[in-house]
Every structure is written in structure tokens, then in C-alpha cells.
């Protein structure tokens, strides 16, 4: 079976999420960064509706304008943890299954990481091991524009794509306010549904990987 080519994103979007579920992930690692992607931010659902969660780095200016993904730096100016944890808490304190797991993701923001590529790993592997799975340790080694022995599924990182994707209807805290928005966070999937994320999860259909 090909290996699904994804970048690790920010608490990853449900469909990400899926592929990460359902399929053999290698994760792209020589990549350059580029701005108003998931790499650093992610989508919830507070009492005002969608909502960003958006992670500062530090950027590089002049001829080093471009930077490889990898080794982007978090900016820590502003303390963004304590308020990314604050508008989770805010968000889903009355959902069924936020106390749950609120231990194993709090640490998460208690602690100051530094490079962007290891932290969202670190979001990854948490959700991981809150599903009771493990994830792919798999990187690539060189950039290749078009890959021919895996199957490329990076533009998920855009989130225009990725919200190309119908995600099946679930319980959200706000859905009597706003209706079902779909593809958030699968935060928001494992605070609502809690022991059926999983499920759901390998349910998600997948028809546009052709995989």
C-alpha cells in the first residue's frame, strides 16, 4: 500500500485527522513554510461560532525570507498558550467529554516549545494516545514536487481544500446557535464524542486520495 504523503498541522483538522486514521502517513519534512496554512493554526467552534487559533512564529526577514518549515521558531512575545487554552476551556468546558481528557492536553500548553514541526508532532502523538493509536514516525528525506511512490495529499494543509471534504454530521456544544460547521479541529470531535472519535474517524470517506 503507498504511503500517504501529509504535513503535521496544528491539532489537525477531522479530515486530516482521518487520513492519519485510515492510512500509512509519511510525513513531508523538507518542505518550505508558507503563511495562512494549518501549519500554525487550527479551526474550533466557541460561542461566536468558527473561531481561529493561531499560533505566532518568528519570522525571517530580508534574503532568508523563505525558511523550511522544519526549522520554523514559535514567537513567545505573547503568551498564546495560556490564551489558545483558555478559549478551549471557554469553548468546551460543558462539552460531554472535555474534563476527560483535559490532563493529557494540558501540558501542551504549559510547556514552551520552540520549533513549530516538533510541537504540532507533539499535538499529534497526544490526540494519538488519547485514541489509544500510534502514529507514523515515517519523514521524508528530500522535497519532491511530484512524488511517484506515495500519495500526495499536502494540498490538505490549505484550508480551503481541506474544507472540500464533507465530514458526517456529529453533536457540537453550539450546534442549536450556529448549526454543524464541518472539518473543525479534532478537538472538537474528541470533546464532543469522546470514545466514538475513533470510530468515526475511520468512517470518514476518502475518495479524493484515489488511494
Not at 6 to 32: G, R
Not at 97 to 112: A, I, Q
Not at 174 to 182: A, D, V
Request: aromatic fraction near 12%; hydrophobic fraction near 35%.
Amino acid at each position: 500500500m503507498s504511503k500517504v504523503l501529509l504535513h503535521p498541522t496544528y491539532f489537525p483538522s477531522i479530515t486530516n485527522f482521518a487520513v492519519m486514521v485510515q492510512k500509512n502517513i509519511l510525513w513531508e519534512a523538507e518542505d518550505n513554510f508558507q503563511k495562512q496554512t494549518y501549519r500554525n493554526r487550527c479551526y474550533i467552534c466557541t460561542d461566536q461560532g468558527k473561531h481561529m487559533l493561531n499560533i505566532p512564529i518568528k519570522h525571517v526577514g530580508g534574503k532568508e525570507g523563505r525558511q523550511k518549515y522544519k526549522d520554523v521558531v514559535i514567537d513567545h512575545s505573547e503568551n498564546w498558550q495560556k490564551q489558545h487554552w483558555r478559549t478551549l476551556e471557554t469553548a468546551y468546558r460543558t462539552s460531554p467529554f472535555f474534563e476527560y481528557f483535559e490532563d493529557d492536553l494540558k501540558p501542551l500548553f504549559e510547556t514552551n516549545a520552540t520549533n513549530l514541526f516538533q510541537f504540532n508532532l507533539k499535538t499529534i502523538a497526544t490526540i494519538g494516545d488519547c485514541l489509544g493509536i500510534n502514529l507514523s514516525q515515517d519523514f521524508t528525506e528530500k522535497y519532491i514536487l511530484d512524488p511517484n511512490e506515495s500519495v500526495d495529499a499536502r494540498i490538505l494543509v490549505n484550508a480551503k481544500k481541506d474544507n472540500q471534504v464533507m465530514t458526517p454530521e456529529y453533536t457540537q456544544v453550539f450546534g442549536e446557535r450556529h448549526g454543524f460547521i464541518p472539518n473543525l479541529s479534532v478537538l472538537d470531535l474528541l470533546f464532543n464524542e469522546g470514545p466514538s472519535t475513533l470510530d468515526y474517524l475511520k468512517n470518514v470517506r476518502l475518495d479524493f486520495l484515489d488511494a
